[in-house]
């Protein structure tokens, strides 16, 4: 697995929430958590992956942009069509795709019973896959 740039993450996310938000606090307070941690993301400190999933959400990216984006990609709007022109130019393996996927499920569902976000799961990667943006190789 590829490792995670925490500092490419921290800038991607430090401008688009510039664009959104008149403050951290007001991000923070949009993703449902501190200003502190908002703060260590935008340092390029390590966060929990829960956090990360937040922060999509506040920032209007799709579920898992975060990762993408610390592991190389760029971020996924949600809503954002799967036409060829708005595609990603980065590329998951199915087995990144699973790992950041479950991570995910686990983070934001932690009540979940685990069939359902095994299905959760399949779901999103057969969806990325659809998108260009698993690929079967590694």
């Known amino acids: 697995m590829t490792t995670r740039d925490l500092d490419r ?12 938000y ?6 923070a307070q949009a993703a449902g958590i501190s200003k502190d941690t908002w703060h260590r993301v935008e340092e390029g400190e390590a966060v929990r992956d829960s956090t990360y999933a937040k922060i999509d959400k506040a920032l209007g990216w799709a579920a898992g942009s ?14 954002e069509a ?3 022109s708005a595609r990603t130019s980065a590329s998951l ?3 990144q795709a699973r790992k950041m996927a479950w991570d995910t499920a686990r983070a934001t569902l932690p009540t979940a019973p685990v069939g ?4 959760f799961v399949n779901e999103l990667v057969e ?10 190789g590694a």
Do not use: M, Q
């Not at 008149?22 to 991000?27: C, D, G, I, Q, V």
């Not at 359902?116 to 299905?119: A, C, G, R, V």
């Open 127 to 136: 969806n990325l896959r659809r998108a260009g943006i698993v690929t079967d």
């Open 66 to 79: 975060c990762l993408v984006i610390a592991e190389g990609g760029e971020p996924v709007f949600a809503g």
């Open 9 to 20: 993450l921290a800038k991607y996310v430090k401008a688009h929430r510039l664009e959104l």
């Open 22 to 27: 008149p403050s951290r606090l007001a991000a």
């Open 116 to 119: 359902e976000l095994d299905t």
């Open 93 to 95: 393996s199915e087995e």
């Open 82 to 84: 799967t036409t060829s």
